[in-house]
C-alpha cells in the first residue's frame, strides 16, 4: 500500500498527526534496513531517528515523480551508512581486508563445493537463522554484502557511498561470500548433529 497523496501534502505541512501517522507505518521496516548495517539495535534505532528527521525536513523536495517508499528507504540507507562511516571508520580502511583474521573454523580444503552445498541446503536454515549467521561476518565484509545483494547496488555506487575503491569494495564481496559459506557450512554440521525432535523445536 502505498502512502496517500494526502499524507504526503500534510507532512510537507509540518502537520503532525501525519508526520506520526508515516513514522508508525515505516519505522519498523526502517529499522530492519538499519540493522542490516548495525548490529546495537539502540545505534539502529537512533540511525530511523535520524531518517525521519531527514525526511520530514526534505520532504518538500519529493516531486512527486517515483515511489515515496522508495524516496524514504534511501534516505534511511544513507542515514545508516553515514552513522556507519562516522561510528566504524575501520570498516571503509583500505586495510580492513588484510587486517582480519579469522579465527573461526575453516571449511576442510579437500570437501567438494557440491558436497558443501548439499550439506547447507540440507540444514534447512529459516531466514531469521540465515540472519543471525550474516550477522556474524565481520562489519566490512557484511556491509559490501548488503549493499550488494540486497539492496542491489553496483560496486561503483558502492565504493561512492562508503568512500573506498572499487577494487575493495569486489574483494569484500568475494570474501563475504566465502566466510557466509563457512560460517553456514560450519553452522549445518552443528544443526544436523542434533536429534530431530531438537532441530525441529519441538
Keep these: ?8 501534502r500534510q507532512c510537507k505541512q509540518n502537520k503532525k498527526k501525519a508526520q506520526a501517522y508515516l513514522f508508525k507505518k515505516y519505522a519498523p521496516e526502517f529499522l530492519g534496513i ?8 539502540t545505534k539502529a534505532e537512533d540511525a530511523v531517528q535520524d531518517a525521519f528527521v531527514t525526511i520530514f525536513s ?12 522508495g524516496w524514504m528507504r534511501r534516505i534511511t540507507l544513507n542515514t545508516a551508512l553515514t552513522q556507519l562511516r562516522k561510528n566504524k571508520k575501520e570498516i571503509i580502511s583500505e586495510k580492513f581486508d588484510l587486517l582480519e583474521e579469522d579465527s573461526g573454523k575453516e571449511i576442510k580444503k579437500d570437501l567438494n563445493p557440491s558436497d558443501i552445498q548439499s550439506v547447507i541446503e540440507h540444514a ?13 561476518l565481520p562489519d566490512g ?13 553496483m560496486h561503483k555506487e558502492i565504493a561512492e557511498k562508503l568512500g573506498i575503491n572499487i577494487g575493495t569494495s569486489k574483494s569484500q ?21 542434533k536429534p530431530k525432535k531438537e ?3 519441538r
Design 1 to 8: 500500500m502505498t502512502v496517500p497523496k494526502k499524507i504526503i
Design 34 to 41: 538499519c540493522m542490516r548495517y548495525m548490529k546495537d539495535k
Design 58 to 69: 526534505k520532504i518538500s523536495q519529493f516531486k512527486g515523480t517515483g515511489s515515496f517508499e
Design 124 to 136: 534447512k536454515f529459516d531466514q531469521f537463522e540465515i540472519i543471525e549467521i550474516m550477522n556474524e
Design 141 to 153: 565484509f557484511r556491509t559490501v554484502f548488503n549493499l550488494y545483494v540486497i539492496e542491489g547496488l
Design 173 to 193: 564481496l568475494q570474501r563475504a561470500r566465502t566466510k557466509l559459506k563457512e560460517l553456514l557450512y560450519n553452522k549445518a554440521l552443528i544443526k544436523l548433529r
Design 199 to 201: 532441530r525441529n523445536g
